[in-house]
């Protein structure tokens, strides 16, 4: 009970503060005429602020100047979250052209890795391998937060989609801070989730307002950098846990990029091939029920990287059989190509089952 009346504040603050932003950024947005443009991707109709991030930022770093005493590290975190953001909101309000977003995410990312040091200071890896040297380090860091800046970004495709994700993230990465006695990534996790709870009555389905490329760039750059802060000192495999808990957007991105190559598309031409569009349009799930499986599978990703964090063997059961699911589902689907199916082939191939000539999956 102690935990929880402890915890209270770090979450119900910001929460409060969020639920009492967005209406404010949804009139601000509804008089600047800051819409989300419809075309032949979007599954909304009718004109959707897309500034709702302002109400999640805000709350988080009011939050964070009331809880949190600054030092260096989070400071080059607030910072780079700061520029990161700024981006967004621009590029809400002016649609900017990628890659000048993508310099705004540079400049973000170089301010947390270099001033706030937040960054991997060694890279675990199996049979004892352990690399230290600062250029790998380095580099790795820097990919990865802009990687999973844009990951995040990429899924907000759907109502509450990326914000419900992205809450169920935090959580876990704050639970996770807890088990390591980690109190200051404890209390940012508290704050971020609040921020996002206090969004997510607005945004998800039928949402009344979006967050924007100014929420979607913010949280994925904090989670980044969070990721890092919490797990850079660990003995397992350092991306491991993060890739565990953030896999949803890390392979979703991954697939899309693969997929847009192989089509001869340039990495960023948006398509509707991500995973909430194969749930929604081929598999006919629908908008809710949709969002509702992909939260279903990021819960199962967090709890396999819990296990994983206390008992390795168990936890690499559970991670292969999610893992082996996954596959199953990207080649029964054709989300990479309808043609590249190896692991179904390879089962056909053990039990002697004959190949048909399509699946039905590919043809709807």
């Known amino acids: 009970m102690n935990l929880v009346e402890g915890a209270f504040p770090f979450f119900i603050v910001p929460l409060l503060m ?6 404010i950024c949804k009139v601000i947005g509804f008089k600047l005429g800051i819409y989300a443009l419809e075309n032949s991707r979007t599954v909304h109709s009718g004109k959707m602020v897309r500034m709702g991030g302002m109400a999640i930022y805000l709350a988080f770093i009011i939050s964070m100047a009331i809880f949190m005493k600054a030092d260096k590290t989070l400071n080059g975190i607030l910072l780079g979250g700061f520029v990161v953001f700024i981006g967004g909101l621009i590029d809400d309000v ?14 973000g990312t170089l301010i947390t890795v270099f001033y706030g040091n937040v960054l991997l200071t060694n890279i675990f890896l199996p049979f004892g391998i352990v690399i230290t040297n600062p250029i790998i380090t380095y580099t790795i860091s820097i990919f990865w937060i802009i990687g999973i800046t844009n990951a995040i970004n990429f899924i907000d495709g ?21 088990f390591m006695g980690r109190r200051d990534i404890c209390i940012i996790a508290l704050v971020l989730s609040g921020s996002i ?18 929420g979607a760039l913010f949280l994925g ?10 797990f850079k000192t660990t003995t397992i495999i350092t991306l491991g846990l993060p890739i565990l808990i953030l896999f949803i957007p890390i392979s979703d991105t991954i697939i899309a990029i693969i997929r847009r190559k192989l089509s001869n598309k340039k990495v960023y031409e948006a398509d509707r091939g991500h995973l909430h569009h194969v749930l929604m349009f081929k598999l006919n ?10 939260y279903v599978v990021a819960i199962l990703f967090g709890c396999a990287a819990i296990i994983s964090y206390f008992n390795t063997f168990y936890g690499t059961i559970v991670v292969g059989a999610l893992l082996i699911l996954s596959e199953l589902f990207v080649e029964a689907t054709g989300m990479i190509n309808p043609k590249f199916h ?3 082939s390879t089962f ?4 002697h089952i004959k190949e048909q000539k399509a699946d039905k999956i590919e043809n709807s």
């Not at 969020?18 to 209406?23: C, G």
């Not at 709870?197 to 100014?214: E, K, Q, V």
């Not at 799930?285 to 992909?294: D, E, P």
Request: glycine share 10%.
């Open 18 to 23: 969020s639920l009492a932003f967005v209406p």
């Open 94 to 107: 002016f649609n900017l052209k990628a890659l000048y977003k993508f310099m705004f995410e540079i400049v």
């Open 158 to 178: 759907l109502d509450g989609l990326s914000s419900g994700v992205s809450l169920i993230v935090t959580l876990t990465i704050g639970l996770l801070g807890f």
């Open 197 to 214: 709870l206090g969004f997510l009555p607005y945004n998800f389905h039928p949402a009344s307002i979006f967050m924007g490329d100014c």
């Open 221 to 230: 750059f904090t989670l980044a950098s969070l990721s890092l802060l919490g």
């Open 285 to 294: 799930f629908g908008h809710r029920n949709t969002v509702i499986a992909l």
């Open 342 to 344: 190896p692991l179904i």
């Open 348 to 351: 056909k191939k053990i039990f």
